[in-house]
């Protein structure tokens, strides 16, 4: 419990990572993802090591490194969603993706951008 301590901005941060890399393993395990020939194996792989790890580390170092990580995931998301649009397609799974990763990334990058709290005795 020690890891959400009074900060709900990570706590949830975290909980949006963890469910990111759920949806990312449970992907890879379902479809045809894992081949040779697919251009979004490697980028896909390293959103999920990227947002796994990140979110697991301590809060100081976890908070930046997951507003990177959700940036990735975001403009990762969005080449993906635009080779489906070229095909005529329109993935509704791509877009809450998106947007998922998009708030989360604002969310922390505002949280990051405001001052530290002084603690007054």
Do not use: K, Q
Request: charged share 15%.
């Amino acid at each position: 419990m020690g890891m959400f301590r009074n900060d709900p901005v990570t706590a949830i941060a975290r909980t949006g990572a963890a469910a990111i890399v759920l949806v990312m393993v449970y992907y890879f395990a379902t479809s045809d993802a894992i081949r040779a020939d697919n251009p979004f194996l490697v980028p896909d792989a390293v959103l999920t090591v990227l947002l796994a790890v990140t979110s697991l580390l301590p809060r100081p170092i976890a908070l930046p490194g997951m507003a990177f990580g959700f940036a990735w995931s975001a403009a990762v998301f969005t080449v993906s969603l635009f080779t489906y649009v070229v095909r005529g397609e329109l993935p509704a799974t791509h877009i809450v993706l998106i947007t998922c990763c998009l708030a989360l990334a604002i969310l922390l990058l505002r949280r990051l951008s405001r001052p530290p709290r002084v603690r007054r005795p």
